[in-house]
């Protein structure tokens, strides 16, 4: 399971569970997206919160795009 978790680009949590080992996640993801704001602060890993994903893409974009 370590490997598949440091090969993945991205790890994302939508369960805050008591099966997953976050802090463990946090050691060995590089970038987590936390639907549940569930990481604990002390970690290693990149995190997203949903929260911050809203910011983000409020300032990045500067017009919506057209289809």
């Known amino acids: 399971v370590i490997e598949t978790i440091?090969?993945?680009?991205v790890v994302v949590l939508?369960?805050?569970?008591d099966a997953f080992d976050?802090?463990?996640l946090?050691?060995?993801a590089s970038i987590?997206?936390?639907?549940k704001?569930?990481?604990?602060?002390?970690?290693?890993a990149i995190v997203v919160t949903?929260?911050?994903?809203?910011?983000?893409?409020?300032t990045a974009v500067e017009e919506p795009p057209t289809r």
Request: hydrophobic residues 35%; charged residues 30%; glycine residues 6%.
């Open 6 to 9: 440091e090969a993945a680009d």
């Open 14 to 17: 939508l369960v805050d569970h």
């Open 22 to 24: 976050l802090t463990r």
């Open 26 to 28: 946090g050691e060995y």
């Open 32 to 35: 987590v997206y936390d639907a």
């Open 37 to 44: 704001n569930a990481m604990p602060d002390d970690t290693s």
């Open 50 to 58: 949903l929260g911050e994903t809203v910011a983000c893409v409020d």
